[in-house]
């Protein structure tokens, strides 16, 4: 079992930023890829951002391209999301997931491991 809790949710105005930090505990954190996913109300969760297990290797959602990052640190068991030029659109609750590869990580049906997740709210 991974546990995984995420932080860093707000309320910001569009054009601003935010970071986002899951920390997980439980098994070893460098065995993982870890993702980002997000889920605005009415619609289905989504991928954002994944990253393999030493951090080498990014995928990111055509829609977060050259706005978001996502990077992690291993050494203190955490996965983070940078979000510049925040849009509306970008509004929704942001998972962190645990998952056996960077390829498989945005597939729906990929065993995954999830946090509860934090609000985003941009504001226009």
């Known amino acids: 079992q991974v546990q995984l809790v995420e932080s860093g949710g707000g309320l910001v105005q569009a054009g601003g930023s935010l970071r986002l930090s899951c920390v997980a505990s439980g098994r070893t954190f460098s065995n993982y890829a870890m993702g980002w996913f997000r889920q605005a109300p009415g619609k289905e969760r989504e991928f954002v951002a994944a990253i393999n297990w030493i951090g080498l290797t990014t995928n990111y959602a055509n829609s977060v391209k050259g706005r978001f990052t996502i990077s992690r640190d291993n050494a203190k068991n955490t996965v983070y999301l940078q979000m510049n030029s925040l849009k509306p659109e970008d509004m929704a609750r942001y998972y962190c997931?645990?998952?056996?590869?960077?390829?498989?990580?945005?597939?729906?049906?990929?065993?995954?491991?999830w946090g509860q997740g934090t609000q985003v709210t941009v504001s226009s």
């Open positions: 997931a645990a998952g056996e590869t960077i390829t498989t990580m945005p597939s729906p049906t990929s065993r995954k491991y």
